[in-house]
Protein backbone atom coordinates (compact mmCIF):
# COMPACT_ATOMS: atom_id res chain seq x y z
CA UNK A 1 0.00 0.00 0.00
CA UNK A 2 1.27 3.30 -0.67
CA UNK A 3 2.21 5.44 2.33
CA UNK A 4 4.33 8.39 3.82
CA UNK A 5 6.12 8.05 6.77
CA UNK A 6 7.68 10.74 9.15
CA UNK A 7 10.08 9.59 11.63
CA UNK A 8 9.79 11.95 14.19
CA UNK A 9 7.08 12.74 15.61
CA UNK A 10 8.71 15.56 17.99
CA UNK A 11 11.42 18.09 17.35
CA UNK A 12 12.81 20.43 19.72
CA UNK A 13 15.52 22.46 18.48
CA UNK A 14 16.98 25.53 19.92
CA UNK A 15 16.34 29.41 17.89
CA UNK A 16 19.26 29.98 15.69
CA UNK A 17 20.01 26.18 15.38
CA UNK A 18 18.82 24.00 12.04
CA UNK A 19 16.02 22.34 11.92
CA UNK A 20 15.74 18.83 10.04
CA UNK A 21 11.94 16.95 9.82
CA UNK A 22 12.13 13.93 7.99
CA UNK A 23 10.08 12.17 5.45
CA UNK A 24 9.97 8.84 4.09
CA UNK A 25 7.61 7.67 1.19
CA UNK A 26 7.12 4.29 -0.12
CA UNK A 27 8.56 3.86 -3.59
CA UNK A 28 5.89 2.49 -6.00
CA UNK A 29 6.36 4.97 -8.28
CA UNK A 30 7.67 8.43 -8.26
CA UNK A 31 5.19 10.59 -7.05
CA UNK A 32 4.44 14.37 -6.27
CA UNK A 33 5.36 15.47 -2.78
CA UNK A 34 4.57 18.40 -1.04
CA UNK A 35 5.70 19.46 2.49
CA UNK A 36 2.62 21.51 4.56
CA UNK A 37 2.68 23.26 8.01
CA UNK A 38 -0.28 23.87 10.31
CA UNK A 39 0.06 26.53 13.15
CA UNK A 40 -2.06 26.37 16.07
CA UNK A 41 -6.07 26.53 15.80
CA UNK A 42 -4.89 27.47 11.84
CA UNK A 43 -5.62 25.75 9.09
CA UNK A 44 -2.66 24.19 6.33
CA UNK A 45 -0.33 26.22 4.46
CA UNK A 46 1.72 24.89 1.52
CA UNK A 47 5.28 25.24 2.33
CA UNK A 48 6.84 23.46 -0.70
CA UNK A 49 6.33 20.84 -3.33
CA UNK A 50 8.58 18.86 -5.51
CA UNK A 51 6.63 17.54 -8.90
CA UNK A 52 9.36 15.76 -10.58
CA UNK A 53 11.57 18.98 -11.73
CA UNK A 54 14.41 20.02 -9.44
CA UNK A 55 15.56 17.62 -6.79
CA UNK A 56 16.05 20.45 -4.49
CA UNK A 57 12.94 22.13 -3.59
CA UNK A 58 12.57 25.62 -1.72
CA UNK A 59 9.75 27.32 -0.54
CA UNK A 60 8.60 29.78 2.27
CA UNK A 61 10.39 31.37 5.16
CA UNK A 62 13.75 29.65 4.17
CA UNK A 63 12.63 26.05 4.41
CA UNK A 64 14.08 23.84 1.38
CA UNK A 65 13.50 19.80 0.93
CA UNK A 66 15.77 17.61 -1.53
CA UNK A 67 13.86 14.73 -2.74
CA UNK A 68 16.46 11.89 -3.11
CA UNK A 69 14.61 8.53 -5.11
CA UNK A 70 17.58 6.31 -3.67
CA UNK A 71 16.78 6.72 -0.66
CA UNK A 72 12.77 7.06 -1.17
CA UNK A 73 13.23 10.84 1.44
CA UNK A 74 12.23 13.83 1.26
CA UNK A 75 13.26 15.38 4.28
CA UNK A 76 12.38 19.40 5.22
CA UNK A 77 15.74 21.87 6.66
CA UNK A 78 15.90 24.98 7.79
CA UNK A 79 19.36 27.02 8.61
CA UNK A 80 18.22 28.95 11.17
CA UNK A 81 14.99 27.96 13.23
CA UNK A 82 12.87 31.04 14.29
CA UNK A 83 10.51 31.11 16.79
CA UNK A 84 7.64 31.32 14.05
CA UNK A 85 8.48 27.96 12.60
CA UNK A 86 6.85 26.22 15.70
CA UNK A 87 3.98 24.15 14.12
CA UNK A 88 2.92 20.92 13.10
CA UNK A 89 4.58 19.88 10.08
CA UNK A 90 2.79 17.63 7.68
CA UNK A 91 4.83 15.26 4.70
CA UNK A 92 2.35 14.36 2.13
CA UNK A 93 2.33 12.43 -0.77
CA UNK A 94 -0.07 12.22 -3.89
CA UNK A 95 0.19 9.06 -6.23
CA UNK A 96 -1.49 10.35 -8.84
CA UNK A 97 -3.98 7.36 -10.69
CA UNK A 98 -7.72 7.38 -10.79
CA UNK A 99 -8.31 9.20 -7.01
CA UNK A 100 -4.94 11.88 -7.02
CA UNK A 101 -5.65 12.28 -3.64
CA UNK A 102 -2.96 13.09 -0.97
CA UNK A 103 -1.54 10.62 1.60
CA UNK A 104 -0.95 12.56 4.82
CA UNK A 105 2.27 11.85 7.17
CA UNK A 106 1.09 11.80 11.01
CA UNK A 107 2.92 15.13 11.50
CA UNK A 108 6.05 15.96 12.93
CA UNK A 109 5.64 18.89 15.95
CA UNK A 110 8.40 21.34 16.02
CA UNK A 111 8.79 23.13 19.07
CA UNK A 112 11.52 25.93 19.30
CA UNK A 113 13.50 27.13 22.25
CA UNK A 114 14.56 30.54 22.97
CA UNK B 1 -10.09 36.24 -4.11
CA UNK B 2 -11.65 34.43 -0.23
CA UNK B 3 -10.01 31.11 -1.56
CA UNK B 4 -11.55 28.22 1.11
CA UNK B 5 -14.21 29.02 3.39
CA UNK B 6 -15.96 27.07 6.31
CA UNK B 7 -19.00 27.60 8.37
CA UNK B 8 -19.32 27.19 11.14
CA UNK B 9 -15.63 27.60 12.95
CA UNK B 10 -16.84 25.76 16.44
CA UNK B 11 -20.12 23.65 16.68
CA UNK B 12 -21.01 20.96 19.37
CA UNK B 13 -23.83 18.26 18.73
CA UNK B 14 -25.56 16.05 20.75
CA UNK B 15 -25.50 12.57 19.98
CA UNK B 16 -28.18 11.93 16.73
CA UNK B 17 -28.20 15.59 15.91
CA UNK B 18 -27.73 16.10 12.16
CA UNK B 19 -25.76 18.87 10.40
CA UNK B 20 -24.20 20.57 7.43
CA UNK B 21 -20.57 21.55 7.48
CA UNK B 22 -20.25 24.46 4.84
CA UNK B 23 -17.31 24.89 2.20
CA UNK B 24 -17.06 27.42 -0.42
CA UNK B 25 -14.11 28.64 -2.73
CA UNK B 26 -14.26 31.11 -5.07
CA UNK B 27 -10.84 29.57 -7.31
CA UNK B 28 -13.16 28.03 -9.75
CA UNK B 29 -11.33 24.74 -8.78
CA UNK B 30 -12.74 21.65 -10.10
CA UNK B 31 -11.22 19.33 -7.15
CA UNK B 32 -12.56 19.47 -3.95
CA UNK B 33 -11.99 17.37 -0.77
CA UNK B 34 -13.18 16.47 2.84
CA UNK B 35 -10.56 15.54 5.65
CA UNK B 36 -11.12 14.86 8.80
CA UNK B 37 -7.93 15.72 11.34
CA UNK B 38 -7.42 13.49 14.46
CA UNK B 39 -4.75 13.73 16.98
CA UNK B 40 -1.59 11.84 16.13
CA UNK B 41 -3.43 10.50 12.68
CA UNK B 42 -2.25 12.99 10.03
CA UNK B 43 -6.05 14.26 7.92
CA UNK B 44 -7.79 11.28 6.48
CA UNK B 45 -10.27 11.98 3.31
CA UNK B 46 -13.65 11.53 3.60
CA UNK B 47 -14.70 12.19 0.61
CA UNK B 48 -13.95 13.82 -3.06
CA UNK B 49 -15.59 15.80 -5.94
CA UNK B 50 -13.91 16.09 -9.24
CA UNK B 51 -16.54 18.78 -10.76
CA UNK B 52 -20.05 19.44 -9.70
CA UNK B 53 -22.99 16.08 -9.65
CA UNK B 54 -19.54 13.91 -8.79
CA UNK B 55 -18.67 12.59 -5.59
CA UNK B 56 -16.72 9.53 -4.79
CA UNK B 57 -15.77 8.27 -1.47
CA UNK B 58 -12.23 8.63 0.62
CA UNK B 59 -10.98 6.12 3.62
CA UNK B 60 -13.79 6.99 6.05
CA UNK B 61 -16.90 7.53 4.51
CA UNK B 62 -18.79 5.80 6.60
CA UNK B 63 -21.32 8.67 8.81
CA UNK B 64 -20.92 11.38 6.11
CA UNK B 65 -23.03 12.38 2.97
CA UNK B 66 -21.84 15.23 0.29
CA UNK B 67 -23.27 16.66 -2.75
CA UNK B 68 -21.81 18.81 -5.28
CA UNK B 69 -24.60 21.03 -7.14
CA UNK B 70 -22.15 24.10 -7.75
CA UNK B 71 -18.82 24.16 -8.42
CA UNK B 72 -17.78 26.23 -5.84
CA UNK B 73 -19.76 24.73 -3.00
CA UNK B 74 -18.95 20.99 -1.46
CA UNK B 75 -20.91 20.71 1.85
CA UNK B 76 -20.40 17.99 4.19
CA UNK B 77 -23.66 16.57 6.07
CA UNK B 78 -22.85 14.32 9.28
CA UNK B 79 -26.53 12.04 8.95
CA UNK B 80 -26.62 10.83 12.83
CA UNK B 81 -23.90 12.58 14.77
CA UNK B 82 -21.60 10.51 17.39
CA UNK B 83 -18.70 10.99 19.71
CA UNK B 84 -16.74 9.20 17.31
CA UNK B 85 -17.26 11.96 14.96
CA UNK B 86 -15.46 14.54 17.06
CA UNK B 87 -12.78 15.81 15.21
CA UNK B 88 -11.46 18.98 13.14
CA UNK B 89 -12.52 19.11 9.57
CA UNK B 90 -10.86 20.76 6.63
CA UNK B 91 -12.52 21.47 3.28
CA UNK B 92 -10.01 21.47 0.21
CA UNK B 93 -9.82 22.42 -3.17
CA UNK B 94 -7.32 22.48 -6.33
CA UNK B 95 -7.49 23.61 -10.06
CA UNK B 96 -7.76 19.69 -11.22
CA UNK B 97 -7.40 15.97 -9.66
CA UNK B 98 -4.04 15.45 -10.38
CA UNK B 99 -0.32 14.52 -8.49
CA UNK B 100 0.66 17.77 -9.81
CA UNK B 101 -1.65 20.00 -8.28
CA UNK B 102 -1.37 21.38 -4.74
CA UNK B 103 -4.60 21.40 -2.22
CA UNK B 104 -5.84 24.79 -0.80
CA UNK B 105 -7.15 24.39 2.68
CA UNK B 106 -10.34 26.30 4.86
CA UNK B 107 -9.29 26.89 7.96
CA UNK B 108 -11.23 24.11 10.00
CA UNK B 109 -14.31 23.48 11.90
CA UNK B 110 -13.83 21.82 14.98
CA UNK B 111 -16.74 19.82 15.96
CA UNK B 112 -17.74 18.29 19.51
CA UNK B 113 -20.57 15.24 19.58
CA UNK B 114 -21.24 14.49 23.31
Known amino acids: AQSVTQLDSHVSVSEGTPVLLRCNYSSSYSPSLFWYVQHPNKGLQLLLK??????LVKGINGFEAEFKKSETSFHLTKPSAHMSDAAEYFCVVNYGGSQGNLIFGKGTKLSVKP | NAGVTQTPKFQVLKTGQSMTLQCAQDMNHEYMSWYRQDPGMGLRLIHYSVGAGITDQGEVPNGYNVSRSTTEDFPLRLLSAAPSQTSVYFC?????????????FGPGTRLTVT
Open chain 2, 92 to 104: ASSFRQGAAYEQY
Open chain 1, 50 to 55: YTSAAT
